[in-house]
Structure formats: structure tokens, C-alpha cells
């Protein structure tokens, strides 16, 4: 996006990747039919120690300016949930549409290319390569963070910022599942596939979705939204059975002689179901069940508090939180204040957005307003 934008505007635009080939990222997120954007790009979306920074880029190139470019090259998309919007079938026509722009405003794509080290050269920067010496005027760090280092995914957009003096804040994996102390692991294990709608809480954060049990812990967008609020050591209170008011008393008078398990398989997965009463000694009819032990049954259900080992970190999250202080980059021109020249991007910036398309169109904000000053 900056490239082409930058491209666009007369500028003699080189784009140095190291993968062998362009865009893999792109092609594997939102399970390889990429949700490119998000309708509703409020702020309140995405995580920074200076929020306000995404402000102006968010309004200067907005959702619908990146959907009237995806429109003009007749991508076809789908609105999955409210707002975010996604390839009807495919991630491929998002990269295509991207090389498109690149290719038709000049700006040219060298994969395979290492960047070895970075130095100022007198208005501009000298850069070694695996390709050779290359000098430039403007260079943007584009790098992204360290999530999925298979894709090749690196420290270097830090390292960088470092060199040149800038603060990096502590970064780590965001948007990832979770895993769990070793005896809830090892009772959850035979429910791994299922998959249920909660609302969890962390703090005084909270988000409802789906949430899926793995062979390794908890996953699912429920999971994965609270993931990136969570610290080492803080609780979940997840409710299984979020906005249900069943009346557990009315279950034992009108069916005395029926099971909690068996009312419970009506609301929750059987297997989840017959596993949670196998914990709690569930099994037994309604009728041996006083009004507190049903309320505090269904208190249970309601605030299951789970403490993660972990997460999964950097190896299947989907964003880096945290990355080069904002606080150092001017949001008009993305450009670091006390480095001309030099404009820092996307994921490697301390801007991440929540599960939903917010990443990737911060990834074409930021892109755009940068590639109108570089």
C-alpha cells in the first residue's frame, strides 16, 4: 500500500523482501479467505500505550477507501459478521489486487533480499543487501512483528528502531491461544474440536464469541480477543452460558426425576455437558437438588474461573503487541521525529488491533498516509 501510494505520486519506489514470495501472511490469515478490513475501524479497536495515535491515519484512509479499491478490482467478497468483510473464497485476490497497484504505479518488488545493515548516508540511507549497496532518500520500515516466524517473521523493524535511537516497548504474542496448567490439560484433553459461545472476561475487559477446546488449551475468537489483554498470572471468568436465564428451580418441578447432566446437554454440548457434571457429581436427579446447590450450580456455569499456563506465543499468534514507541513517530507523516527520512509501518509500530480485520487495515492506513511523504 505504500509503495503503490508512494509510486503514484512520481516517486522511484523499490521494495526489498527477504521471503521468495510476496504476501504470505496475507494469504493464510482469516483461514485463507483474508478479512481485509473492518467497517467499524473505531479507535477503541486496537491496543497502544498512546491511543491516540491512530486517529488521524484512520480517518485520512478509511475502511470504505480500502473497499472502493477492493470494489475496482472486482474482488469478491462477503460480509461474514457485522462489518468485518472478507474473500468470498480466497486471500489471492487481496495480493493480487495489492501487486496490481504496485505494478501499475511502477514501484518494483525484489524478493529473496536480505537487508544486512542500514546507515545514514547525508540526506538519506545507505543499505547493504544480500543484492548489494542500494542508497535511497525516504526508507519505510514495513517489517511487521514477530508472529509467525515459519513466514518469516523477524526482530529486524526493532532492531532497526534501536539502532536510530527510537524506544521499542516490550512486545509480546497477541490474538493467540491459550494454554493450561497441566491438570485442567489433562481433563479437557478428550473434549479437544468442541466448540461453544461464551463471554469472557479478563479485568475489566470483556468479549463474547465462540470458544473452542483444543488438545493444547482454549482457542477460539473468544479466546483469542481476551488473549491479547491478558497478563501472566490473571484469571479468566468465562460464562458458558452467556445471556441464558434458565430457571434451574422450574427444570426439578417440572421434570423432578431428570438428571442436572441431562438438563444441561439442552444448553451446552453433550460432551461438554457430561464432563462438567462428572466434575461436580452432577449426575443425580433434579429432586436431590436444594435451591442453593442449583444456584450455585448455575453460578458455576456462569463464572468458570480458568488460570492459563500461557499461550502459545509467537509460533501460531497472530499479531506482536507492543513494537517501536508511537510516542517517537509523527502520525501525519509516520516519519520517526528526530530521523528524517526514516518512517516506520504497520505491525512493527505499538498499534494492534482485535481479532475482526482492524490489524489489516491499519496495515493500508498507516501504508497510505506514509506513502503520501516518503
Request: aromatic content about 8%; hydrophobic content about 40%; charged content about 20%.
Amino acid at each position: 500500500m505504500c509503495a503503490a501510494t508512494a509510486a503514484y505520486r512520481g516517486r522511484s519506489v523499490r521494495v526489498l523482501d527477504h521471503a521468495n514470495m510476496p504476501g504470505k501472511k496475507i494469504l493464510m490469515s482469516g483461514g485463507g479467505r483474508c478479512n481485509f478490513t473492518n467497517l467499524d475501524c473505531a479507535p477503541a479497536h486496537f491496543i497502544s500505550a498512546n491511543p491516540s495515535f491512530c486517529i488521524s491515519a484512520l480517518k485520512r484512509y478509511t475502511p470504505r477507501d480500502f473497499f472502493e479499491l477492493v470494489e475496482r478490482h472486482g474482488v469478491d467478497w462477503c460480509e461474514k459478521a457485522p462489518g468485518q468483510l472478507f474473500c468470498t473464497d480466497s486471500s489471492r485476490p487481496i495480493l493480487d489486487l495489492l501487486l496490481t497497484e504496485c505494478e501499475w504505479a511502477g514501484a518494483t518488488i525484489e524478493l529473496n533480499t536480505k537487508v544486512i545493515d542500514v546507515a545514514q548516508a547525508g540526506q538519506g540511507f545507505m543499505l547493504r543487501t544480500s543484492a548489494g549497496r542500494l542508497r535511497c532518500e525516504s526508507l519505510v520500515i514495513a517489517s511487521g512483528g514477530l508472529s509467525i516466524p515459519t513466514l518469516g517473521a523477524s526482530g529486524f523493524g526493532y532492531r532497526i528502531a534501536e539502532q536510530f535511537g527510537l524506544p521499542v516497548l516490550p512486545t509480546r504474542a497477541g490474538l493467540v491461544p491459550f494454554t493450561l496448567q497441566p491438570d485442567l490439560k489433562e481433563r479437557l484433553a478428550p473434549l479437544s474440536g468442541i466448540s461453544c459461545p461464551v463471554s469472557v472476561r479478563c479485568g475489566e475487559v470483556r468479549f463474547q464469541a465462540p470458544m473452542l477446546i483444543t488438545h493444547r488449551g482454549l482457542s477460539g475468537p473468544a479466546m483469542l480477543q481476551i488473549s491479547s489483554y491478558w497478563q501472566p498470572g490473571d484469571v479468566l471468568h468465562i460464562d458458558l452460558l452467556p445471556g441464558d436465564d434458565t430457571d434451574w428451580r422450574s427444570w426439578r418441578s417440572d421434570r423432578p426425576a431428570a438428571t442436572l447432566e441431562h438438563c444441561l446437554a439442552e444448553l451446552l454440548p453433550k460432551r461438554l455437558a457430561q464432563t462438567l457434571a462428572q466434575w461436580h457429581g452432577w449426575q443425580s436427579s433434579l429432586q436431590g437438588f436444594s435451591n442453593a446447590a442449583l444456584d450455585e450450580a448455575a453460578a458455576s456455569l456462569h463464572d468458570w474461573q480458568v488460570k492459563p499456563g500461557g499461550t502459545e506465543g509467537y509460533r501460531t499468534a497472530e499479531v506482536t503487541l507492543g513494537g517501536v514507541d508511537t510516542r517517537a513517530i509523527s502520525s501525519r507523516t509516520f516519519a520517526a521525529n528526530d530521523v528524517p527520512g526514516l518512517h516506520f509501518i504497520g505491525e512493527v509500530l505499538d498499534v494492534t488491533g482485535q481479532l475482526g480485520g482492524y490489524n489489516f487495515q491499519w496495515a493500508w492506513s498507516s501504508g497510505y498516509c506514509a506513502g503520501q511523504f516518503v
